[in-house]
């Protein structure tokens, strides 16, 4: 599918041209970057895919629908897997995860509790909280169905994704118009903002 073209609101300020590594970012290339991150997150990685995608609500705006696509596509593929693997080695893949970076077993607990009161909403629920979705992945296999896990995943994936999405996008798009903010600028911006909340987030991890 081509790029669609840039808009005024989105993406670079009028008079400047995309970087090569911007188009790339923002099409294709990009595009499998969020799915192998969305797969990877799903998994063993500890960084969320809200990274990347809000880099690219920045970079490239409204084209980069595609992103979120296929980083929920990708948290599929990897819940899936996940699940399938706790269904048939529950101890080992709950083992797997436990070894993950800031990954603590008052977690499981917390999950386990939330699927057990709260059915397959906990997994919303967990997203907006900033449990992973593997640990929901894991645990999951002793309360539904793969199939009905697996229907959650998209609408409780994209809730975050879409919401990042369009704060990131929004603000660039202000930044550019009313302050003539340029692409380094938001990127270094975006950065301190990611280091920041991870900062805080580990440390309430590792300090609770």
Do not use: N
């Amino acid at each position: 599918m081509p790029d669609m073209p840039v808009t005024q609101s989105f993406a670079t300020p009028a008079g400047s041209a995309e970087s090569a590594w911007e188009r790339s970012l923002a099409g294709r290339p990009g595009v499998l970057v969020a799915f192998l991150w969305g797969l990877a997150e799903a998994t063993f990685f500890f960084l969320i895919p809200d990274v990347f995608l809000s880099l690219v609500a920045i970079l490239g705006g409204r084209r980069t629908w595609r992103h979120i696509l296929a980083a929920i596509c990708g948290a599929l593929v990897g819940g899936a897997l996940l699940f399938h693997w706790a269904q048939a080695h529950p101890v080992q893949a709950h083992a797997a995860v436990a070894r993950v970076p800031f990954i603590r077993e008052r977690m499981f607990a917390q999950v386990d509790e939330g699927l057990r009161t709260q059915g397959l909403s906990a997994v919303f629920l967990g997203s907006v909280a900033g449990i992973p979705y593997k640990l929901y992945a894991v645990e999951a296999p002793r309360f539904t169905s793969q199939r009905d896990f697996l229907l959650a995943t998209p609408p409780a994936r994209a809730v975050r994704f879409v919401v990042l999405w369009i704060v990131f996008g929004g603000a660039a798009t202000w930044l550019r118009k009313r302050r003539k903010w340029r692409t380094p600028e938001l990127v270094r911006l975006h950065a301190v903002l990611w280091i920041v909340s991870y900062a805080f987030y580990w440390g309430r991890i590792v300090f609770r």
